[in-house]
């Protein structure tokens, strides 16, 4: 296996609901269109940001088959997030993720039961890995949700024994000494794609070259500019970008930090991904009025793109 090299901006993309919470997949025509004109390359379907969960093993398939049939030939990065509730789903899905050709899949671990030790999940990787032997694999580091919150360090080292595909890891965690840790095992081999977005300035000054998130999808320019600056020294420009990036996240939580509210300022910025589904809310009218306002008041609409 050739593991795919990965760098820029990646998008968790939102899966596009209607008002009844079924796929609305005509959507992604345009959707794409739009991450295009943000300079965004990369997308990262059925994460947390699209309620891969929330979704059956067929809807995830519907869902990575119109990803795959629209970005062919104009994405550089295309990621299939597999992981489910149980590890023959997960498997299903590896397999379906390889044969469209994904340049790899993510993997979340089970959340109930959950993995109890490094042994037992580094053999639930294994077997994902002989189910799709030639696709890459990205662990999705994400303990404030999955509560699973291993030593990355000490993953990397014991699963390379024996997942041949593991290619790195989606590390959504604020532990930026695990993160170095990851950076530096076994001479650089592990890809390392960040996935705080309002941290990752210091995951660029620590050596990372790629980020997932899903703020990408509508202030992607932001963090362009971000590290265009870090390029250059210049890091009073770099971290002008990172507190927008910040002070976004504040306006996030306040109104609830939930896809309701991401999807909503998606639609402020001109495209329209529908409902989250449920247990999620939309926002009603007043609930956006609101966000508005407060997207404004931090000057959101002049540099997020």
């Not at 899966?15 to 025509?29: H, K, Q, Y």
């Not at 979340?108 to 030790?117: I, N, S, V």
Request: negative net charge; hydrophobic residues 40%; charged residues 20%.
């Amino acid at each position: 296996m050739n593991a795919h090299k990965f760098s820029g901006l990646i998008a968790a993309t939102f899966t596009p609901f209607d008002e009844n919470g079924e796929l609305n997949l005509d959507v992604i025509d345009e959707y794409i269109n739009f991450l295009l004109d943000e300079d965004i390359f990369g997308i990262f379907v059925a994460g947390a940001t699209g309620e891969g969960l929330s979704m059956t093993v067929q809807e995830r398939k519907e869902l990575a088959e119109k990803w795959m049939k629209v970005g062919n030939g104009k994405l550089k990065h295309i990621i299939i997030q597999v992981g489910a509730t149980n590890l023959r789903d997960t498997i299903e899905l590896a397999k379906h993720a390889e044969s469209m050709g994904a340049h790899a899949i993510g993997v979340l671990p089970p959340l109930f039961p959950r993995p109890a030790t490094i042994n037992s999940f580094t053999e639930y990787m294994r077997q994902i890995s002989i189910a799709a032997p030639k696709t890459p694999i990205l662990y999705y580091h994400i303990p404030e949700i999955t509560s699973v919150n291993f030593s990355m360090e000490d993953l990397l080292t014991l699963a390379s024994k024996s997942v041949p595909t593991l290619a790195g890891i989606k590390f959504s965690s604020a532990n930026l000494m695990d993160l170095r840790r990851c950076l530096l095992l076994d001479g650089g081999k592990f890809q390392m794609l960040f996935g705080k977005d309002e941290q990752y300035l210091g995951a660029v000054a620590l050596g990372v070259n790629a980020a997932i998130g899903s703020t990408y999808n509508y202030m992607g320019p932001t963090y362009n500019r971000m590290v265009e600056a870090f390029a250059n020294c210049d890091m009073e420009r770099a971290r002008q970008e990172q507190d927008r990036s910040q002070a976004l996240v504040k306006v996030l939580q306040k109104h609830g930090g939930h896809n309701g509210v991401q999807k909503s300022i998606m639609k402020l910025r001109g495209l329209d991904v529908g409902y989250p589904r449920l247990p999620v809310m939309p926002l009603d009218e007043d609930q956006v009025d609101s966000l508005k306002k407060d997207l404004q008041g931090i000057g959101f609409f002049d540099w997020c793109k």
